[in-house]
C-alpha cells in the first residue's frame, strides 16, 4: 500500500508484523525460559497470543496484503531486488528495535519520562496507527472499537480470561495492543454511531453504501483521538514532574532521618565494644577456672582409676572365691568343700582388712564381699547337707554290714537282706541326688555298700552267665558317680533289671546285656535292658512263627470286608493251589537265617543284601528293614526281623495305596487296621511313611506324609526313635512339629515325613485357606497316618474350636480378676464407660470374669466335698493347681484350654503369691473363640488316611469312620497267635475267672479263695467295698490283684478300705501290701509312681509262698499301663487278676481294661464287682436300678463261659 516505487516499505512493514507475531506466539515459552521476564514484558507492551489467533493472523496477512505489493513487482513498478531488500529490512527493523529497547532496559532505569519509555511511547503509537490503517484499508466488516479494560489478565502475557476476554469485540476484528497509561477510550463519533444505527435498521444497499465511506470517517476520528491524547500526556508528564519534586523532598527527609540513625548506630557500637570486651576478660576468667577445674578433675581421674584398678583386682579374687566354691560344690567332695570354705573365709578377711578408701569405695566391695558371703552360706548349708547324708549312708551301711554277720539264714535272712539293700541304695540315691560324690567321697564305705548288694542279688537265682551280668550292673549302679547319670533312679528300678537277667538266661542276652550294662547310665539300664528283652523274645517267637497261620488268620479276621479288600488279602494270602503271592521267598527272615539269627545276626543282614534280587513284593519293605535291623544290632547286638502280620499288613496298605482311585473301591479313601498293644504300631507306622516317601510316583517324586498322634509326648518319642535310625540314614526329610516352635508348621511342605498333632494341620489347614489357597492342592498329594484312631477320632469331637489369646483383653481381664480376689472397691472403677475403646469387648469380659470368678469358687468347693466337675486339682507346677478333665474317660487332658480354667489357675496363683508377682510372672490369659475346624474336612482333603487303633469300637462308632472318612477296616492277627509252641497257645486273652483245673489240683488252693461268679451286683457302695475287700485278701494269696476303681475319689476310698483291713490283720505293713496307682498319686509323687508300678506285680517277699501285693487304680491305670509279671505259678493260676468296680459304657474301654492283663504270653484274669446305684442313669426309664442277677444268664449259661467277655446287650 505504498505510494510507487516503495514496495521496498511495504515487504519491511509485513516482514515485522509477521515477526512481531511470532515473538508474540513464543512469548511464555521465553519467559519461561528466563529470556524475558513479566516485567519487560509488560514494558514492551505486547502479549501472548494462541496459536489459532496467530494461524488466523497470518493468513489474513499473507492473503490480504501481500498480494498488492507482489501484483506491483508484476507490473514492474518495483524490482524483486527491491522486495528482498524490504524484508530484511523489516528483520532488521525489529531486531534493532527489540535490541535497542532491551539495551535501554538493562543499563537505564525505566522511570516514566525517560527516553526509554518515551521512545516506547512513540513507536507503539506509530505501531497502533499503522495497524488501525491496515485494518480500515482491508477490513469488509465493521469494526467496532472497544474501551481497553483497566485490569490485564491473571498472568502477564496471556489473553484476558472469561468476561475480560473481549465482550465486545467482531469476531474478524484484529487484536488490539494494551499499551500501559494510555487509555483511548471510545474512539467512536457521532457519524459513526448514526452509521451504526444506520446498519442495523437500513436495508442492503444502504449498509454498501456506508461501507464504502466509513474507512475515511474512522481515520479522521483516529487521528483526533492521538491529538487529543498527546495533550493528556504532556499533563501527566508535567504531573509527574511535580510528584518528583515532591518525592525529592521526601527524599531529604529521609537522608536526615538516616543520617540521625547512623549517628545512633556508632553509638550503639561503641557500647557493643565495650561488651566484647567484657565478655573476652570473662572469657579469659572462664579459661583460668577451667583448667583448675581440668587439673583437678585429672587428679580425681587418676584416684577413681586407682579405686577402679582396686575394685577389679578385688573383683577378680571374689570370683576366684565363688568359683572354687562352686568347683567344690561341683566336685561332691565333702573335703574339698570344706576347704575351700576355709580358704575363701581366710581370703575374705584379708580383703577386708586391707581396704583404706573412701565409704563409696568401702560399699562396693562390700557388696562384693555379700556375694562371696552368700556363696558361703549356700556352701555351708550344701556341706551340712552332705555330711547328713553322708553319716547317713555310712550308717546304714554298717548297720546292714553287722546284721549280715549275725544273720540268722531262711526267710528271714532274705527279707532282712532285701530291706538293708532297699535302705542302703536309698542313703546312697539320697547322698547322690544332695550332690555328694560317693566314689571321691566315701570309696571304703561304698565298697562294703557294693558288698551288701552283691550279698542281696544271690537272692535272685540264676546261672554263673545271669549272675555275672547281675553283679555288673549293681556295680554300675554303685559306681557311676556323678548324679546327671542317675536321674529319678529308684530301688524298683534296680529289682526290675535283677528280675530281667533272672527271667532270660540266654546266651544271646546275657552276652549283648553285658556289653549295654558297661556303656548305659544307670538311669538307662532298665529300658535298655528291657528292649533288650522284647528283642530276644520276640527273635525267639519268630523262629515259631508259622506263615500259612498268619495267612489263614488274616482270611479269617476279614473275610466280611469288602469284596476289593479280600481279595487284595487272597492275592496275597491265598490257600491250596493258589498261595498267593507272600511266600517263603518273600519273608524277610527265611527258615535257613533262624538257625544262624542268634549266633551272628551281621551275617543274616549281608545274606539279606546280597538275595535282594530275588524279592518282589518286599524290594522296597527290604531296605527300610534292613536299616532298622542295622541300628537295632548296633545298639543291642541282636536282630530285629518283622514278623509275618506286620508284613503281611505292610503289603495289605501298599496294595490299597495303588489301587486308590479304581472303581472297585468304591469311593473308599481311608484304610484302618486294629493292631494290638504291643504289636509294633509305631514301626508300622514308621516303615509305612518310609515307604510312601521314597516310592516314586509320575512326577518322579514320592509322596509326602503326615503322621499325627494324640500325645505331645509319645509322637515326639516316637519320632525321635526312627528319626536317626531310619529317615536319615535312608535320605529322608523329617521333622516333628512337636519339637519346634510355634510358626514351625508353617514350612511343613518343605518335608517328606512330618509327626504332628491334630491342631497343627488345623493351623495348616486355615492358613492355606487365608492365604488364598494357593497350596491347597498340595493336600491331595499327601498322606495322612493316623495312630490311636479310636482316642484321637472316636473319643475326641469332630470339629475343633481355635481360639486366640487376645492380649488387650487378657491385661483387662486380669485387672478384674486382681480385684475381684483382693475386694478393695476398684472393682467399679474397672467397669467400661460408653464411649471408650473396644467398650463393647470389656464390657462382655467385666461380666464373664465376675460370673467364672463366681464358678471358680463353686468348682472349688465341689472338689473339697469329693462331687465330680470338669476340672482336677493338681500338683505339677505347669498346671498351676489344675487341670482340665476328658467328659469321657475322666483323665486329664492337658491339651484343653478354656477361660474357666485360666481364671482356676488365676486365682490359685493369687492365693500363694503377691498381686504385682503374680502380674509380672504368671499373667492370665483371656481366650477368644476364632472358628470352628471340622476334622473331616481336614482329613477329607488328603488323598488317602492309614489308621492304626488298638479297637475298632462298636457297630456305631464303626459306621460313623465309614460315613465321615469313607474308611474300611482291616483287622491285623495278633503275633502269637500265629506262633506253634508245644504246650498250648502263646497267645492268651483275658478270661472271667472261674475255677479251673490248675486250681484244683493245687494243694495250696481253695475254692473260696477266687471269685465263683465273674460279675458281682450289690446293692450299695458299702456292699461292694466289702465283697472287693474280700476277693483281694483271698486272691493275693495266689495271684496279684490289681483293683480298677470307678474314679479318683472311689480309688481313695478303696485304698483307705483295703489298708484298714491290712492293719487289722497285725503282721503285714498296710502301706506296702497295698499300693496306690490312682492319678492322685501320680500327682502326688511321681517316683512312688513308679514303684508302685513296679511292685504292683511283685510278691511281698522272694519265697515263691510269699502273698502278692494289691494294687488299686482309677481309668488313668486302666488305659496304656503295663503291669509285668513272669511269675510261673501265679500264669498257672491265671495271672493278673483284675477287679473292675465299674463298667466302662465304651467297648473300646473295656478292651483297654482287658489289656491290662494277659500280655505278652501270660494267661489273665477278671472279674467285676458292680454297685447297681452306679447304673441309675443307664436304667432310668423303669426306674429301677440294676437288679444282681441281671448277668445271671450270660455268666452261667455254657456258652458264655471261658470266653472272653465283651459288653452285654443287657
Given at each position: ?19 512481531e ?26 502479549r ?30 518495483a ?7 524490504g524484508?530484511?529490512f ?22 516514566e519520562g ?11 503509537r ?47 476484528a ?6 500501559p ?17 444506520r ?34 500526556e ?6 509527574r ?5 515532591g ?12 543520617l ?36 583437678d578433675?585429672?587428679?580425681?581421674r ?42 575363701t573365709?581366710v ?9 583404706t ?44 554290714a ?5 544273720a ?27 550332690g ?14 557294693q ?27 554303685m ?54 528283652n ?19 488268620l ?49 551275617q ?7 538275595r ?22 548296633r ?6 526281623a518283622?514278623?509275618?502280620?506286620q ?29 494290638a ?22 512326577d518322579?517324586?514320592?509322596?509326602k ?18 528319626d ?42 486355615t ?28 473319643d ?13 483383653l ?19 472403677d ?31 468347693r465341689?472338689?473339697?466335698?469329693g ?5 482336677l486339682?493338681s ?15 475322666g ?23 503377691e ?14 473363640p ?6 473331616p ?22 459306621q460313623?469312620?465309614q ?17 506253634q ?18 486250681r ?22 458299702r456292699?461292694?467295698l ?11 494269696r495266689?495271684?496279684p ?10 480309688a ?68 496304656g499301663?503295663?503291669?509285668?509279671i ?9 495271672g ?9 459304657l ?12 494277659a ?14 446305684q ?14 444282681g ?22
Amino acid at each position: 500500500g505504498m505510494p510507487n516505487g516503495q514496495s521496498l516499505w511495504s515487504y519491511g512493514l509485513l516482514t515485522y508484523f509477521f515477526m512481531e507475531l511470532c515473538f508474540r506466539l513464543n512469548l511464555s515459552l521465553l519467559i519461561q525460559k528466563g529470556t524475558y521476564t513479566e516485567e519487560m514484558a509488560t514494558l514492551l507492551a505486547v502479549r501472548a497470543i494462541p496459536t489459532s489467533s496467530f494461524l488466523k493472523q497470518t493468513i489474513t496477512l499473507f492473503c490480504l496484503l501481500v498480494p498488492v505489493p507482489m501484483s506491483r513487482v508484476v507490473l514492474s513498478d518495483a524490482s524483486p531486488e527491491q522486495a528482498i531488500f524490504g524484508i530484511l529490512f523489516g528483520i532488521i527493523v525489529a531486531i534493532v528495535y527489540h535490541s535497542l529497547y532491551m539495551y535501554f532496559f538493562k543499563h537505564k532505569e525505566p522511570t516514566e519520562g525517560s527516553l526509554p519509555v518515551r521512545l516506547r511511547c512513540c513507536l507503539a503509537r506509530i505501531a497502533m496507527c499503522l495497524e488501525a490503517s491496515l485494518a480500515m484499508c482491508f477490513s469488509c466488516c465493521p469494526w467496532r472499537p472497544r474501551r481497553l479494560p483497566q485490569d490485564h489478565g491473571t498472568q502477564l502475557g496471556e489473553p484476558l480470561q472469561g468476561s475480560q476476554a473481549e465482550p465486545q469485540r467482531d469476531a474478524e476484528a484484529p487484536d488490539v495492543y494494551l499499551l500501559p497509561r494510555i487509555n483511548p477510550g471510545f474512539i467512536e463519533t457521532d457519524h459513526r454511531r448514526q452509521a451504526v444505527q444506520r446498519e442495523v435498521g437500513g436495508g442492503a444497499g444502504q449498509r454498501t453504501a456506508w461501507c464504502c465511506c466509513r474507512r475515511l470517517q474512522d481515520l479522521r476520528g483516529f487521528f483526533e483521538f492521538l491529538f487529543v491524547n498527546a495533550a493528556e500526556e504532556v499533563e501527566e508528564m508535567n504531573n509527574r514532574v511535580a510528584r518528583a519534586e515532591g518525592d525529592a523532598e521526601a527524599a531529604t527527609i529521609r537522608a536526615a532521618a538516616a543520617l540521625a540513625d547512623a549517628k545512633r548506630a556508632e553509638e550503639s557500637r561503641a557500647r557493643e565494644e565495650e561488651k566484647v570486651k567484657e565478655a573476652r576478660e570473662a572469657t579469659e576468667k572462664a579459661k583460668q577456672e577451667l583448667d583448675v577445674a581440668s587439673k583437678d578433675r585429672d587428679e580425681e581421674r587418676k584416684k577413681t582409676e586407682q579405686q577402679m584398678n582396686f575394685i577389679n583386682q578385688r573383683t577378680s579374687q571374689v570370683t576366684t572365691c565363688i568359683n572354687s566354691l562352686q568347683d567344690a560344690i561341683a566336685s561332691g567332695r565333702v573335703e574339698r568343700l570344706t576347704k575351700s570354705l576355709n580358704d575363701t573365709r581366710v581370703e575374705l578377711e584379708a580383703m577386708r582388712s586391707s581396704m583404706t578408701y573412701d565409704d563409696r569405695t568401702a560399699a562396693t566391695l562390700e557388696q562384693l564381699f555379700g556375694l562371696v558371703e552368700q556363696k558361703q552360706e549356700e556352701c555351708e548349708r550344701k556341706r551340712s547337707e552332705w555330711q547328713r547324708a553322708l553319716d547317713i549312708f555310712k550308717a546304714r551301711v554298717r548297720q546292714a554290714a553287722d546284721a549280715e554277720e549275725t544273720a540268722a539264714g531262711g526267710r528271714a535272712q532274705v527279707k532282712k537282706l532285701t530291706s538293708d539293700a532297699e535302705a542302703v541304695f536309698g542313703s546312697m540315691m539320697d547322698a547322690i541326688r544332695a550332690g555328694v560324690n560317693l566314689k571321691n567321697s566315701a570309696e571304703e564305705t561304698l565298697t562294703l555298700a557294693q558288698k551288701v548288694l552283691n550279698n542281696w542279688q544271690l537272692v535272685f537265682k540264676g546261672t554263673l552267665r545271669q549272675q555275672e551280668l547281675i553283679t555288673a550292673i549293681i556295680s554300675t549302679v554303685m559306681w557311676a558317680g556323678d548324679k546327671d547319670q542317675y536321674g529319678e533312679l529308684t530301688f524298683a528300678e534296680v529289682c526290675f533289671c535283677l528280675q530281667t537277667v533272672q527271667r532270660n538266661g540266654s546266651d544271646s542276652f546275657i552276652t549283648e546285656g553285658l556289653k549295654l550294662v558297661k556303656n548305659k547310665a544307670p538311669k538307662d539300664l532298665q529300658a535298655a535292658l528291657e528292649t533288650l528283652n522284647n528283642l530276644v523274645f520276640l527273635l525267639e517267637y519268630t523262629a515259631k512263627a508259622d506263615m500259612d497261620l498268619a495267612k489263614r488268620l488274616f482270611r479269617e479276621s476279614n473275610d466280611k470286608g469288602p469284596k476289593f479288600l479280600t481279595d487284595i488279602i487272597e492275592k496275597l494270602c491265598g490257600y491250596g493251589a493258589n498261595r498267593g503271592q507272600y511266600l517263603e521267598n518273600e519273608a524277610f527272615l527265611q527258615s535257613s537265617d533262624l538257625a544262624k539269627a542268634k549266633e551272628d545276626p551281621k551275617q543274616i543282614l549281608e545274606q539279606i543284601k546280597q538275595r535282594g534280587q530275588t524279592y518282589k513284593l518286599m524290594d522296597a519293605f527290604r531296605k527300610i528293614f534292613v536299616v532298622l535291623a542295622e541300628e537295632k544290632q548296633r545298639q543291642y547286638g541282636v536282630l530285629m526281623a518283622p514278623h509275618h502280620t506286620q508284613t503281611i499288613a505292610l503289603l495289605i496298605f501298599r496294595a490299597f495305596l495303588d489301587r486308590l482311585g479304581h472303581q472297585d473301591l468304591e469311593g473308599t479313601k481311608a484304610l484302618i487296621a486294629r493292631v494290638a498293644t504291643g504289636e509294633g504300631k509305631s514301626m508300622l507306622i514308621a516303615a509305612q511313611a518310609a515307604f510312601m516317601a521314597l516310592s516314586k510316583d509320575k512326577d518322579g517324586g514320592g509322596k509326602k506324609v503326615h503322621v499325627i498322634g494324640t500325645d505331645e509326648r509319645l509322637v515326639s518319642r516316637d519320632f525321635h526313635d526312627f528319626d536317626q535310625a531310619l529317615f536319615q540314614k535312608m535320605g529322608i526329610k523329617a521333622t516333628c512339629l512337636c519339637d519346634s516352635d510355634a510358626q514351625a508348621w508353617r514350612g511343613v511342605w518343605d518335608y517328606d515325613v512330618v509327626y504332628c498333632l491334630p491342631h497343627h494341620l488345623s493351623l495348616l489347614y486355615t492358613q492355606e485357606v487365608t492365604s488364598g489357597g494357593s497350596k491347597l492342592d498340595n493336600f491331595k498329594d499327601c498322606v495322612l497316618l493316623i495312630d490311636e484312631v479310636d482316642a484321637l477320632v472316636i473319643d475326641r469331637s469332630p470339629t475343633d474350636m481355635v481360639i486366640d489369646n487376645h492380649q488387650s483383653l487378657s491385661e483387662y481381664a486380669m485387672e478384674v480378676g486382681i480385684a475381684l480376689h483382693l475386694q478393695n472397691g476398684k472393682l467399679e472403677d474397672l467397669a467400661p464407660k460408653r464411649g471408650q475403646q473396644q467398650f463393647d469387648e470389656k464390657q462382655r469380659v467385666y461380666k464373664i470374669v465376675q460370673q467364672k470368678w463366681k464358678q471358680a469358687k463353686e468348682i472349688k468347693r465341689a472338689v473339697e466335698a469329693g462331687k465330680p466337675t470338669d476340672f482336677l486339682p493338681s500338683t505339677d507346677v505347669d498346671d498351676a493347681g489344675w487341670i482340665a478333665k476328658d467328659p469321657k474317660s475322666g483323665l486329664p487332658d492337658k491339651s484343653k484350654q478354656s477361660t474357666q480354667l485360666e481364671i482356676l489357675r488365676f486365682a490359685h496363683r493369687l492365693r500363694i503369691a503377691e498381686p504385682d508377682v503374680v502380674r509380672r510372672t504368671f499373667p492370665m490369659k483371656w481366650f477368644e473363640p476364632l472358628f470352628v475346624m471340622s476334622k473331616p474336612l481336614v482329613f477329607g482333603r488328603y488323598c488317602c488316611i492309614l489308621g492304626f487303633s488298638g479297637t475298632l469300637g462298636n457297630d456305631e462308632e464303626k459306621q460313623f469312620l465309614q460315613d465321615a472318612y469313607k474308611c474300611t477296616f482291616l483287622d491285623v492277627p495278633e503275633f502269637l497267635r500265629t506262633c506253634q509252641v508245644e504246650t498250648g497257645e502263646a497267645f492268651h486273652t483275658a478270661e472271667w475267672t472261674t475255677p479251673c483245673l490248675a486250681r484244683t489240683e493245687s494243694v495250696n488252693v481253695k475254692k473260696e479263695d477266687f471269685p465263683q461268679q465273674a460279675i458281682e451286683v450289690l446293692p450299695d457302695e458299702r456292699a461292694q467295698l466289702k465283697r472287693v475287700r474280700q476277693l483281694a485278701f483271698r486272691a493275693r494269696r495266689h495271684v496279684p490283684v490289681l483293683v480298677i476303681a470307678g474314679s479318683s475319689e472311689q480309688a481313695k476310698d478303696v485304698v483307705e478300705e483295703l489298708r484298714e483291713e491290712a492293719q487289722r490283720s497285725g503282721s503285714m505293713e498296710e502301706w506296702d501290701v497295698v499300693r496306690d496307682l490312682s492319678f492322685t498319686q501320680w500327682e502326688r509323687s511321681r517316683m512312688d509312681y513308679k514303684d508302685n508300678l513296679f511292685l504292683a506285680t511283685q510278691r511281698i517277699g522272694l519265697q515263691p509262698q510269699d502273698p502278692w501285693r494289691i494294687t488299686v487304680t482309677d481309668a488313668s491305670g486302666g488305659r496304656g499301663t503295663d503291669y509285668k509279671i513272669y511269675d510261673s505259678e501265679a500264669d498257672k493260676l491265671g495271672g493278673l487278676l483284675i477287679i473292675v468296680m465299674k463298667l466302662p459304657l465304651s467297648s473300646r474301654e473295656w478292651t483297654q481294661y482287658q489289656g491290662r492283663t494277659a500280655r505278652q504270653d501270660r494267661r489273665g484274669q477278671m472279674c467285676a464287682v458292680l454297685c447297681s446305684q452306679d447304673y441309675m442313669d443307664e436304667t432310668e426309664d423303669d426306674g429301677t436300678a440294676l437288679p444282681g442277677d441281671a448277668y445271671r444268664r450270660a455268666l452261667h449259661d455254657d456258652a458264655y463261659r471261658g470266653r472272653p467277655w465283651a459288653a452285654p446287650d443287657a
